[in-house]
């Protein structure tokens, strides 16, 4: 027998699910939006029993755009899945600081570090068609995410599996952005994140092992005066602002995100 709209968005609320997250479930697998749901709540879902399946996967904590197949980010409608994190709308700062650094007919290279499912080096492909943009990962998997996610949106990114600057030989670009992990290893709230991958998320004792790395290694790979933007916690602005001056960097800067935390430092190689 097949249960209601409501009875299946009162099993959620009961199971502790939020109740936009239910409906978007229940949307995607009716294939009906929020306002026909708000307006059907009598209809009988044939397939409840995956509706619930779902509702389940998500009261376990995994995140709702792995059950969905999809986030968006910065405008665009991104595919992801358990081989990349989730992306964040606090990223889009990084974003919009590359986007500022870049002129509307700017054809700089461009790196996007730790690409993932592509968000950063396609957002700025989006607002930069001019750009010729290189997005690198560690992971075969979350490069083959990036890869699907460019070639749907019709989005020219070239892709490289690289650790870090690995891969990339002598190449010098005029920005390079990047969201590498940053939490520290057995830090209390990775186990909110147990659904993605620990790989992107950790980083040694203090979350900054592999900002050091790129920290060092980023003026080989900057044009004279290019800016290196990096995201980080909100707690270690003035610990990755030392990182990059000590790495010879200069003008070393933060900025804040959606909710006024200091997310984003970066600093500039200084001009010849």
């Known amino acids: 027998m097949s249960e209601s709209v409501d009875a299946l968005?009162?099993?959620?609320r009961a199971a502790g699910v939020d109740r936009l997250d239910a409906q978007l479930l229940l949307g995607a697998v009716l294939d009906k939006p929020r306002a026909w749901l708000l307006a059907h709540g009598d209809a009988p879902v044939a397939d409840a029993a995956r509706c619930r399946a779902l509702i389940a996967r998500r009261a376990a904590g995994e995140p709702l755009a792995y059950l969905l197949g999809e986030k968006e980010f910065h405008g665009l409608r991104l595919q992801v899945g358990p081989e990349v994190l989730v992306p964040r709308p606090d990223t889009e700062t990084l974003v919009d600081w590359a986007l500022e650094l870049l002129p509307a007919t700017s054809t700089a290279a461009v790196l996007d570090l730790g690409t993932g499912s592509g968000a950063v080096a396609l957002a700025l492909?989006?607002?930069?068609?001019g750009l010729r943009i290189t997005a690198v990962d560690a992971s075969e998997a979350a490069l083959a995410v990036a890869r699907r996610n460019g070639e749907r949106l019709g989005l020219p990114v070239r892709w490289q599996l690289s650790d870090w600057f690995g891969a990339l030989g002598g190449e010098r670009y005029g920005l390079i952005a990047g969201n590498p992990p940053y939490i520290a290893d057995g830090d209390a709230h990775?186990?909110?994140?147990?659904?993605e991958p620990l790989r992107a998320l950790t980083s040694g004792a203090d979350g900054l092992d592999d900002i050091r790395r790129i920290a060092a290694g980023a003026a080989a790979h900057l044009e004279p005066g290019a800016w290196l933007l990096l995201e980080h916690g909100h707690e270690q602005a003035e610990a990755v602002r030392g990182l990059l001056g000590a790495a010879g960097l200069a003008d070393a800067c933060t900025r804040a995100d959606l909710a006024g935390r200091p997310r984003c430092s970066g600093a500039r190689r200084p001009p010849a």
Do not use: E, G, S, T
Request: net charge positive; no cysteine; charged share 35%.
């Open 190 to 195: 990775l186990d909110a994140l147990r659904h």
């Open 9 to 12: 968005l009162d099993a959620a």
């Open 125 to 129: 492909a989006r607002q930069r068609p």
